[in-house]
């Protein structure tokens, strides 16, 4: 029986590499893929909701009321020090030195066209430096418009980002989506339960994802890496950036709650019960 169901993944996942290399499958990104992942100074990445609270709170925990969810926790921070010192904080946190995960190499050898990463860090815009790539930034709480992201394309021979129309996504070579922000080209992020409230409201009316990836995402799949759907603000985020999806693949190595695997059934998704570590050996 153990035989039968370790062809059945390792099947999976020859499966998944085809579709990724034949954009049928979008990799989805989240905090869990650096759960084994430290900076150049030996500080570990936050990789899920308790060490990103750890992280911004100087290594205390809080309240079990903020430690429930990081965008509590980082609402808190907000109301006490003010807008600046919570996106300072992102800032600080995600532009340390640290090495790309063997996974962030890996899926990039498939060649998507099209990648989701809700982390804030910039590892996979250093990773596509060396190409053509266009990134949509998620923002939260702009004044001026309701579209909550901008649209950068990488100029290869200046090394530099440069603010480009949405029209720019039909012939981009290469497609980085990270609705949560990023410290490249500018620092922008959204953290806290108000910049959630808000991106989620804008993303609830279309005005999140341009409408390019609303209809290239048609009937796709999705991988998702490292994500946790035990939270309501991952599932929102996840089902918003996923809307007419066609099923998809969910690594985790841990039997499913009942939350998970609601939202598992909803949206058509395989349960490959494996650590990411093993799918990252097993991906080669």
């Not at 999705?222 to 994500?227: A, S």
């Amino acid at each position: 029986m153990e035989t039968e169901i370790a062809n059945n993944t390792e099947s999976t996942i020859e499966t998944i590499k085809k579709e990724i290399r034949n954009q049928t499958t979008v990799p989805y990104f989240g905090m869990g893929i650096f759960r084994n992942t430290t900076t150049k100074e030996g500080e570990q990445i936050p990789f899920d909701s308790d060490s990103m609270i750890l992280m911004m709170n100087n290594g205390r925990a809080m309240s079990p009321r903020l430690m429930y969810e990081y965008p509590r926790a980082a609402m808190h921070l907000e109301q006490r020090r003010g807008v600046d010192y919570i996106q300072q904080m992102m800032n600080w946190i995600y532009t340390k030195p640290f090495d790309p995960t063997p996974l962030h190499k890996k899926i990039l050898d498939m060649q998507p066209r099209y990648i989701i990463d809700t982390n804030r860090d910039g590892k996979l815009q250093e990773l596509l430096s060396y190409e053509p790539h266009t990134v949509i930034i998620g923002k939260s709480r702009i004044l001026d418009n309701d579209y909550r992201y901008e649209i950068f394309e990488w100029d290869l021979e200046n090394r530099k980002y440069f603010q480009v129309e949405e029209s720019a996504l039909d012939d981009a070579q290469k497609i980085l989506f990270k609705p949560m922000g990023s410290p490249l080209p500018e620092p922008s992020f959204v953290i806290s339960d108000a910049d959630y409230v808000d991106w989620l409201t804008e993303a609830m009316g279309g005005f999140a994802v341009p409408s390019v990836l609303k209809t290239y995402r048609k009937t796709r799949k999705y991988l998702f890496l490292g994500t946790y759907f035990d939270r309501d603000t991952d599932r929102m985020v996840a089902n918003e950036l996923t809307l007419d999806l066609e099923g998809g693949y969910f690594i985790k190595d841990e039997p499913l709650s009942k939350r998970e695997q609601k939202f598992v059934d909803k949206h058509n998704l395989q349960h490959i019960e494996m650590s990411l570590e093993a799918f990252t050996e097993a991906f080669a």
